[in-house]
C-alpha cells in the first residue's frame, strides 16, 4: 500500500480504516488524515496495544485489504 496515495484519497481511506478499527473515532481520523505512523498511535492508543502489536495489525490490515 502506498501511504502517498492513502494520504490524496484519505476520505476514501478513512471508512475503511473506520470499518477495521471501530473505537477510532472521527475525530481521530480527521488528526491522522491518512499518516500511518499516526493510525498505529491511535490503535495503539484506542486498543491499549503495545506499538509491535499495532504495526503487526496495520501491517496484515495493508496486505489483505489493499
Not at 24 to 32: A, P, Q, S, V
Not at 43 to 62: F, L, M, S
Request: charged share 40%; no cysteine; aromatic share 10%.
Amino acid at each position: 500500500m502506498n501511504w502517498d496515495q492513502v494520504k490524496g484519497n484519505w476520505k476514501e481511506f478513512r471508512g475503511k480504516v473506520k470499518e477495521q478499527w471501530g473505537e477510532l473515532t472521527d475525530d481521530d481520523l480527521d488528526r491522522m488524515a491518512g499518516q500511518r505512523d499516526q493510525l498505529v498511535g491511535q490503535i495503539q492508543q484506542r486498543y491499549g496495544t503495545t506499538r509491535e502489536e499495532a504495526e503487526r495489525r496495520v501491517k496484515d490490515w495493508e496486505e489483505t485489504k489493499h
